[in-house]
């Protein structure tokens, strides 16, 4: 009964009980009264459920007293525990015995639990479980039982006990870590760690560490890993501290998805400018790459020139000097052509990315970005044509991998968006080349015109100079007849026309060149659109159609240009 009043085990039975209304209105003391009128039918149901609750071995002969007289509203039963039931005296140190069974849930850190059980306790300076202090053996409990990693440091040597979730983050230290002193598991950590603890262990006051960066030799290599976690003091009802705990968790993946986001929301807003140069936007796109140098240590930058069949760099990551053997200025893709150590026509068959497990047997050592060590993974990164039904091959990255990383799914789908972050931006600056190119034609093809028209009006003006000057003479002579006369005159007038027709081509050309002025003055503009109209009167009489011309009195005084009002009368009737 003792043991049912603790409130941890109090809701571990309502826990377990929750679906019956009787269970809402229990209260700690009475628990015990409540649980055993539940089962008083069933006798052996109820040391079941008390077996199963606190993993106890009940005795086979072990018989629960029952009293069916006992009434549940007296206040002397609900305070006697005695008169109920006497459970087997169990404590925190029963379930670290171990000689029991595992005493934890099945399945929750199975393996952990196994290696506490048959640990030597015995050989160690803090002695067997049993006579460890409560708050030890109640911090074991909490770590062995939750699926949350976490990890505990017991006695002054930091013996090292984690559960299942944690042992992930030991790689190839696990198992052998379990049990073992800290400095020994994590030496290669122990200076960055150690004033942590001694930090703790002199304020009282736990430490908190947000993605935090180590590297640690895990799978075979020193790694980049990012954790958060927490020290706190493991401590007794006389606060002196027999050890530490840290619940923590591994944050590198978060960190790594975070960072290689931000080079490609970069990487998309400077390569989505209106950049109309393939050249340009190559530099562009290693400049942005190289702002990440931890994973992507080196980059550079080829486009497929189909003419010549070769591919030309066209852009590289500052960090790769000129000339290097694994960047050469062009990759010829021709048969009998110098053959690249780069699996190019491998990329060229497939479009897939290909991995290039032993850059330092092929080339000399190449930038390990980050990191002090050189590049030793690279990958040929293919660049596809956007276009729809098109599916060549527009170019390939040459790029190092992150010397402390494992080259795994995340790292292959932040290279593939590379991939099409440049091979998008390459689609739309071809498109914006082509418009540009279009556009400069028709400038093109514009200043020809106008280069035209101005040529050809002054060769027209030429000969009808010539013709006016003695149609002028012969009239002014007064030697023709009237019917000649006329004549000569229509003649007159036409050449004239034809040759404000020139002139016009001619201001067309000043126009199209940005040379054209108006000249206003003030006009009367009725009489002098009726003088411009009578022009045609002859030829429209004569063919028998009646020409009025109505010039109301009000546009007098009227500043116009005269030379343009004449061109714009003329064409009008004229057409």
């Known amino acids: 009964c003792a043991l049912l009043r603790t409130s941890s085990i109090y809701m571990g039975i309502r826990g377990r009980f929750r679906d019956d209304p009787r269970t809402q209105t229990w209260s700690k003391t009475g628990a015990c009264d409540h649980l055993i009128k539940m089962y008083m039918s069933d006798p052996d149901q109820l040391l079941h459920a008390f077996s199963v609750m606190f993993e106890i071995n009940i005795p086979s002969d072990y018989k629960l007293p029952l009293d069916n007289d006992k009434d549940d509203d007296n206040p002397s039963h609900q305070s006697s525990s005695s008169s109920l039931v006497e459970i087997p005296n169990f404590t925190d140190a029963d379930l670290l015995d171990m000689n029991r069974p595992i005493p934890f849930h099945e399945g929750t850190n199975p393996i952990t639990v196994a290696l506490f059980r048959n640990f030597d306790w015995e050989s160690t300076r803090i002695g067997p479980p049993h006579k460890w202090p409560q708050c030890l053996r109640t911090a074991v409990n909490m770590t062995l039982s939750s699926r949350f990693p976490m990890v505990i440091f017991l006695g002054p040597e930091l013996y090292f006990v984690y559960n299942d979730g944690y042992a992930p983050s030991l790689g190839p230290r696990h198992p052998s870590a379990f049990g073992n002193v800290l400095k020994s598991v994590w030496g290669d950590l122990w200076e960055f760690i150690k004033p942590m603890f001694e930090g703790v262990a002199k304020s009282g006051e736990p430490t908190f560490s947000l993605d935090q960066i180590l590297f640690v030799t895990r799978n075979g290599f020193l790694e980049e890993c990012y954790l958060t976690w927490s020290y706190g003091a493991i401590r007794d009802d006389d606060d002196v501290i027999h050890g530490f705990n840290a619940p923590l968790i591994e944050s590198t993946e978060a960190v790594l998805a975070l960072r290689r986001m931000k080079l490609l929301r970069e990487l998309g807003a400077r390569t989505s400018a209106m950049i109309h140069d393939l050249g340009e936007l190559c530099s562009v796109a290693t400049e942005v790459m190289s702002t990440l140098p931890s994973d992507i ?19 590289h990551t500052a960090n790769i000097m000129g000339g290097h053997n694994a960047v050469p200025d062009e990759i010829d893709m021709m048969e009998g052509g110098e053959p690249c150590k780069w699996p190019i026509q ?7 990315i290909v991995e290039v497990p032993d850059l330092g047997m092929c080339f000399p050592p190449l930038p390990g970005g980050a990191w002090p060590e050189p590049a030793t993974h690279g990958l040929v990164v293919p660049i596809l044509a956007t276009s729809p039904g098109d599916t060549s091959l527009t170019g390939v990255v040459l790029m190092g991998v992150n010397t402390r990383r494992i080259y795994d799914e995340a790292y292959r789908d932040f290279v593939e968006m590379i991939a099409r972050h440049l091979a998008n931006s390459m689609h739309t600056a071809l498109a914006l080349q082509l418009e540009r190119s279009r556009a400069e034609t028709l400038v093109e093809l ?4 106008t280069t035209f028209f101005n040529n050809i009006s002054h060769e027209f003006r030429t000969p009808l100079t010539l013709m006016l000057a003695p149609l002028e003479d012969m009239i002014a002579a007064k030697n023709l007849s009237n019917e000649d006369m006329v004549q000569v005159q229509l003649v007159l007038r036409n050449a004239q026309r034809l040759l404000k027709l020139v002139n016009s081509l001619l201001d067309f050309a000043r126009i199209e060149a940005g040379r054209m002025h108006a000249r206003f003055v003030r006009v009367d503009l009725s009489s002098f659109t009726a003088d411009l109209a009578s022009m045609f009167r002859a030829a429209i009489e004569k063919a028998s159609l009646v020409y009025v011309v109505d010039m109301p009195e009000e546009h007098k005084d009227v500043f116009v240009d005269r030379d343009m009002w004449e061109k714009i009368i003329l064409n009008l009737i004229s057409n």
């Open 446 to 449: 514009d200043r020809a015109k």
């Open 346 to 352: 491998q990329v060229f068959e497939s479009h897939m």
């Open 297 to 315: 240590p080196f980059a550079a930058i080829y486009l497929y020139d189909a003419s010549r069949k070769v591919l030309v760099l066209r852009s």
